[in-house]
C-alpha cells in the first residue's frame, strides 16, 4: 500500500511537471500574439457589448469604410479608463459612424459632458442616431468643422486645461497638431488616446513611405520623447497610444 501510494504520488508531480512544462513553453515576456481562435475567446470572456452598441457596429460593418471603426474591446477599455479617472469632460477627434464616442459617453457620469469633432455630415447623423436612442445624445455636443478649428475654438473659449480625457482618432497627418492643443486643453493628470499607431504593422515596413504612414512614425518618435507626459503604445486594436499629462 505504501509503494502504492508512493507509485500514485509520482505520477502526479509527473503530470503536473508536464502540464507546467507545457505552459512554460507558451509563455513569454513579451506581447502575446493572438490567433483568431484566441481573439475570440478574448471576446466571449471580457466582451460586454449592448445590443445598441453591437447594431452600431453590425451597420458600420457595411461601410466600405468600415475599416476605421474601433474594434469593440478597444471600445470597451476606452470606457474603463474614462470610468477609472472619474472623467466628467472629454474630447473625440474624429467621430465617424459614433461607436467610439457612445463607448466613452456611456462611462460618463450623470453630468459628463463630450465635445465630438469631426467634418462628415452622413457618417455622424448615424451617430446621432444611435446617440439619440442610447439617451446621451444631450452629453455629446457635435461640431462639424475641421478639427483643428474647433480645437481653436476652444482655446479661444478659455477651456484651456479643463478636459480629462481625449481621444484621437482622425487624419493622419494631422496627429501631431491634434495633440499639442488636446494637450493644451487637458488638465494636469489627463489623459490623451491616439488610435492607429502600430497601423497595421506599417510603421515597421521600409517599403511603405505614403504620407499616413510617415506621419505615425514621426508622431510615435516625437511621443517617445516627450517629457511632457508618462507614455505606453498598448497593443490593443490597430494600436493605442496612452499619454497622461504631467503636473
Not at 470610468?83 to 466613452?104: D, I, K
Not at 446617440?131 to 475654438?153: C, F, H, S, V, Y
Request: net charge negative; charged share 25%; hydrophobic share 40%.
Amino acid at each position: 500500500m505504501v509503494v502504492s501510494q508512493v507509485t500514485n504520488h509520482a505520477s502526479r508531480v509527473t503530470l503536473h511537471e508536464s502540464r507546467f512544462t507545457s505552459h512554460e513553453q507558451t509563455m513569454s515576456r513579451e506581447t502575446l500574439t493572438l490567433s483568431p481562435e484566441l481573439y475570440e475567446y478574448l471576446l466571449a470572456v471580457s466582451l460586454r457589448e449592448p445590443e445598441l452598441l453591437r447594431r452600431l457596429r453590425e451597420e458600420t460593418g457595411r461601410d466600405p469604410m468600415a475599416r476605421m471603426q474601433i474594434a469593440p474591446e478597444q471600445g470597451q477599455f476606452m470606457g474603463l479608463l474614462v470610468e477609472l479617472m472619474g472623467a466628467r469632460q472629454v474630447l473625440e477627434v474624429g467621430v465617424f459612424t459614433g461607436y467610439s464616442a457612445l463607448c466613452v459617453a456611456r462611462a460618463l457620469p450623470a453630468d459628463g459632458y463630450m465635445v465630438a469633432c469631426d467634418i462628415s455630415e452622413a457618417w455622424t447623423s448615424i451617430a446621432r442616431r444611435y446617440w439619440q436612442e442610447a439617451g446621451l445624445a444631450e452629453k455629446i455636443e457635435l461640431r462639424l468643422a475641421p478639427a483643428l478649428e474647433t480645437l481653436d475654438a476652444l482655446l479661444e473659449e478659455e477651456r484651456e486645461g479643463q478636459f480629462d480625457f481625449a481621444f484621437i482618432d482622425a487624419d493622419k497627418e494631422n496627429y501631431s497638431a491634434y495633440y499639442e492643443r488636446c494637450l493644451r486643453l487637458l488638465r494636469p493628470g489627463g489623459l490623451i488616446a491616439v488610435d492607429n499607431t502600430l497601423w497595421g504593422g506599417d510603421v515597421i515596413n521600409a517599403d511603405d513611405k505614403s504620407a499616413d504612414t510617415e506621419a505615425i512614425r514621426s508622431f510615435n518618435r516625437m511621443l517617445q520623447t516627450d517629457e511632457r507626459v508618462t507614455l505606453s503604445l498598448v497593443p490593443i486594436g490597430d494600436g493605442l497610444t496612452l499619454a497622461r499629462k504631467r503636473g
